[in-house]
C-alpha cells in the first residue's frame, strides 16, 4: 500500500476494486480485507464477475477482530478457484453503515502485481464498474494466489 483515502462507515453495499486478470490463469487461494484501528466485525468478501454475479465458490467471512491493524486479514477459500486469462473481475467486502471503518478510494492507492492489472475501485449495489483513476480502491481488500 502506499497511500490511503478517507476513513469511512458509511455505506450499506459492497466496495472493492475490479481487475483484469492477465494472459495466463491464476488460481485464488485466499481473500482478505484492510484492517483498521477499532475494526471487530465479520465481513462477507467475494469475487465477482465483471457483470456484477458473484463467482461460484468465491466467498469467505474475514474476522478483522483481535487482528492487527494496518495489514490484511485472510480467510482461504474452501477449495482453490481459477480466475480465467484476459477476464476481468471484482474483489469486493459487504460493509454495513455504522460499522467497522474503511478507507474510500479516492486517495487509497494499490499497486497490483505482474499477473493481472486495471485496478478500479468498484461498489454495489448497484454494480458500478470502474470510478476513480488506475490503481484505486475502496476498503482496500486483496486477494493471495498462485499459478
Not at 476481468?88 to 471503518?101: I, K, L, N, P, R
Amino acid at each position: 500500500m502506499t497511500s490511503f483515502g478517507t476513513l469511512r462507515n458509511n455505506w450499506n453495499g459492497w466496495i472493492g476494486f475490479q481487475f483484469q486478470v492477465g494472459s495466463a490463469p491464476i488460481t485464488v487461494t485466499e481473500l482478505g480485507r484492510w484492517v483498521v484501528s477499532g475494526n471487530s466485525g465479520n465481513h462477507t468478501v467475494q469475487l465477482f464477475n465483471s457483470n456484477g454475479t458473484p463467482v461460484s465458490g468465491a466467498s469467505v467471512t474475514v474476522n478483522t477482530a483481535g487482528q492487527t491493524a494496518g495489514q490484511f486479514a485472510y480467510s482461504p477459500l474452501n477449495t482453490p478457484l481459477t480466475l480465467a486469462p484476459n477476464t476481468t473481475y471484482a474483489v469486493m467486502s459487504q460493509e454495513v453503515s455504522g460499522g467497522d471503518q474503511w478507507y474510500d478510494y479516492g486517495n487509497t492507492q494499490i499497486t497490483l502485481n505482474g499477473v493481472a492489472s486495471g485496478a478500479y475501485a468498484v461498489w454495489a449495489p448497484p454494480f458500478t464498474g470502474a470510478v476513480g483513476g488506475s490503481g484505486r480502491s475502496y476498503g482496500p481488500v486483496n486477494l493471495r494466489w498462485c499459478q
